[in-house]
């Protein structure tokens, strides 16, 4: 995967669950377009040269998982959500 393909934003109502995850520090279930699943307790969102990043402490590591990359999230408390592109 590339960090230079264009980076694609994803819908607002997503991006707003992402947030409320952040200030819950949820433990949510990602599932990335590569395939890859992972879970990890959501931390903050932030946003390098127009590209946005979900910053997740994965058992004592800190990951940053770009936002286009994520196929969809799940909680508990917020479901299951399946991101989409704006």
């Known amino acids: 995967m590339s960090m230079n393909d264009a980076y694609q934003p ?6 707003d669950n992402l947030e409320l995850a952040c200030q819950q520090n949820l433990l949510l279930t990602l599932e990335l377009k590569s395939g890859e699943v992972l879970k990890a ?13 979900l910053i997740i402490d994965d058992a004592g590591s800190t990951l940053e ?15 299951t959500v399946v991101v989409s592109e704006e």
């Open 10 to 15: 994803i819908n607002c109502d997503d991006y």
């Open 41 to 53: 307790k959501a931390s903050d969102l932030v946003s390098r040269k127009n590209v946005e990043y």
């Open 65 to 79: 998982v770009r936002l286009d990359k994520i196929a969809s999230f799940s909680n508990p408390q917020i479901g």
